[in-house]
């Protein structure tokens, strides 16, 4: 039989450092008997040489288009959004099995071409629970940047002003010095650290958000940790959360819940409110529970401003990546949950976590709209498939 030939291709977003694999996990799969192409890439915190040296194929860079229609293309961000029928397997997060601005039309190019997508999103294990997920380092990349937004609009020199763009950083010591330091020249200006609330506070995100509030020194009697059991006893909107200098949401959104906190409460005499970080970026999601923005933001413009009444000015980050901002331990944790996983696509029609990602991605073709189902957007376009190959 011949090999499985994995093709990892190079990540195209704005600021996008993290890899799918590692050179370590090339490694095992490549001990496994597969086969691994990896593109040139001058963004992936991974040097090509450190791929080429465990014995990985280079290839050019966004070559993965006229790859041989078997081969498995790897990555980890949405493709760019084009019109071409996709006619291989993809293993990626696609972003468009929730309703989301434009998912048929990212959607209806995987049976256009008679390709299939394996969303990472919905990669689980047996008990239900993702098989792996950047989800630790969402919640500390964003609690990070958090803090140092919420010391930035303190300094009256800097007050009002757009806060600045933000580049990676090579490991979690440096950007812990960094926020640390931020916090200090915020604590100048106020006679109280910052009182952090974190929605989701038991989940891998949440864990992430409160590990960084302790690493930068913040102690638990300044957090404010909510999760099922706090929000299961009311629906909101929360005035606890106006009453919090930060509040981190880092809840997974499966179906339609009250909004957490909407235009009415911003209003509250009792606001405090100056940072949220919206870690689930369900942004375009008609359920989003943070009514109070509607665009996803960027590192090179981190926040967008929320209209209020009065001091403090309030802000909003919603990036997408977060993890990209610590991409070698994000990239290192994730890939090495995902190995295992990888191990099995050689059988992939018969592995339960394999299946039940084809299995849904044919429900989600299922419930396209008929011109988007029978491919009519595109030229040349082929009925979805139907059943199995």
Same mark, same amino acid.
């Given at each position: 039989? %011949?090999? $499985?030939?994995?093709?990892?291709?190079?990540?195209?977003?704005?600021?996008?450092?993290?890899?799918?694999?590692?050179?370590?996990?090339t490694k095992q799969l490549l001990e496994a008997g597969? $086969?691994?192409? !990896?593109?040139?890439?001058?963004?992936?915190?991974?040097?090509?040489?450190?791929?080429? @040296?465990?014995?990985?194929?280079? !290839?050019?860079?966004?070559?993965?288009?006229?790859?041989?229609?078997?081969?498995?293309?790897?990555?980890?961000?949405?493709?760019?959004?084009?019109?071409?029928?996709?006619?291989?397997?993809?293993?990626?997060?696609?972003?468009?099995?929730?309703? *989301?601005?434009?998912?048929?039309?990212?959607?209806?190019?995987?049976?256009?071409?008679?390709? $299939?997508?394996?969303?990472?999103?919905?990669?689980?294990?047996?008990? #239900? +629970? +993702?098989?792996?997920?950047?989800?630790?380092? @969402?919640?500390?990349? #964003? %609690?990070?940047?958090?803090?140092?937004?919420?010391?930035?609009?303190?300094?009256?020199?800097?007050?009002?002003?757009?806060?600045?763009?933000?580049?990676?950083?090579?490991?979690?010591?440096?950007?812990?010095?960094? /926020?640390?330091?931020?916090?200090?020249?915020?604590?100048?200006?106020?006679?109280?650290?910052?009182?952090?609330?974190?929605?989701?506070?038991?989940?891998?995100?949440?864990?992430?958000?409160?590990?960084?509030?302790? @690493?930068?020194?913040?102690?638990? =009697?300044?957090?404010?940790?909510?999760?099922?059991?706090?929000?299961?006893?009311? &629906?909101? &909107?929360?005035?606890?959360?106006?009453?919090?200098?930060?509040?981190?949401?880092?809840?997974y959104l499966s179906k339609p819940i009250p909004p957490f906190?909407?235009?009415?409460?911003?209003?509250? =005499?009792?606001?405090?409110?100056?940072?949220?970080?919206?870690?689930?970026?369900?942004?375009?999601?008609?359920?989003?529970?943070?009514?109070?923005?509607?665009?996803?933001?960027?590192?090179?413009? &981190? $926040?967008?401003?929320?209209?209020?009444?009065?001091?403090?000015?309030? =802000?909003?980050?919603?990036?997408?990546?977060?993890?990209?901002?610590?991409?070698?331990?994000?990239?290192?944790?994730?890939?090495? @949950?995902?190995? &295992?996983?990888?191990?099995?696509?050689?059988?992939?029609?018969?592995? +339960?976590?394999?299946?039940?990602?084809?299995?849904?991605?044919?429900?989600? /073709?299922? #419930?396209?709209?008929?011109?988007?189902?029978?491919? *009519?957007?595109?030229?040349?376009? %082929?009925?979805?498939?139907?059943?199995?190959?």
């Amino acid at each position: 039989m %011949a090999a $499985t030939v994995l093709h990892l291709r190079s990540e195209c977003k704005p600021m996008e450092h993290r890899s799918a694999l590692t050179p370590q996990t090339t490694k095992q799969l490549l001990e496994a008997g597969y $086969t691994v192409n !990896v593109e040139r890439s001058p963004e992936r915190i991974f040097e090509d040489s450190e791929f080429e @040296a465990v014995g990985a194929t280079l !290839v050019p860079e966004g070559s993965w288009p006229s790859a041989p229609a078997d081969h498995l293309i790897i990555g980890l961000k949405e493709l760019p959004e084009e019109d071409f029928p996709l006619n291989h397997t993809h293993i990626q997060f696609a972003h468009c099995y929730k309703g *989301q601005s434009n998912w048929e039309e990212v959607l209806s190019r995987f049976p256009s071409g008679s390709g $299939t997508l394996y969303d990472l999103e919905f990669l689980n294990d047996e008990n #239900g +629970r +993702r098989v792996a997920a950047f989800g630790y380092h @969402a919640g500390y990349a #964003g %609690a990070a940047i958090a803090v140092m937004v919420w010391a930035w609009q303190l300094d009256p020199a800097t007050k009002g002003k757009p806060f600045p763009s933000i580049d990676y950083y090579r490991s979690e010591a440096d950007l812990v010095t960094k /926020v640390k330091r931020s916090l200090e020249e915020g604590m100048k200006y106020t006679s109280s650290l910052p009182r952090v609330m974190v929605m989701g506070a038991l989940g891998r995100c949440g864990s992430g958000a409160l590990g960084l509030c302790k @690493a930068i020194g913040i102690p638990d =009697s300044s957090m404010v940790k909510w999760d099922l059991a706090e929000t299961s006893q009311r &629906p909101g &909107p929360y005035e606890e959360i106006v009453e919090s200098d930060i509040f981190v949401n880092c809840i997974y959104l499966s179906k339609p819940i009250p909004p957490f906190l909407n235009r009415e409460t911003l209003s509250s =005499s009792k606001r405090k409110l100056s940072v949220v970080c919206d870690v689930s970026c369900d942004t375009t999601n008609p359920h989003n529970p943070i009514p109070i923005y509607n665009i996803c933001t960027t590192f090179e413009k &981190p $926040t967008v401003p929320v209209k209020v009444d009065r001091d403090p000015p309030l =802000s909003v980050i919603s990036i997408d990546h977060l993890p990209s901002l610590l991409p070698r331990e994000a990239s290192q944790d994730f890939s090495d @949950a995902l190995l &295992p996983s990888l191990l099995k696509l050689h059988n992939r029609k018969q592995e +339960r976590v394999w299946q039940q990602a084809e299995d849904l991605f044919r429900e989600k /073709v299922a #419930g396209l709209s008929a011109k988007w189902r029978q491919g *009519q957007a595109f030229l040349g376009g %082929a009925a979805v498939p139907t059943g199995r190959p």
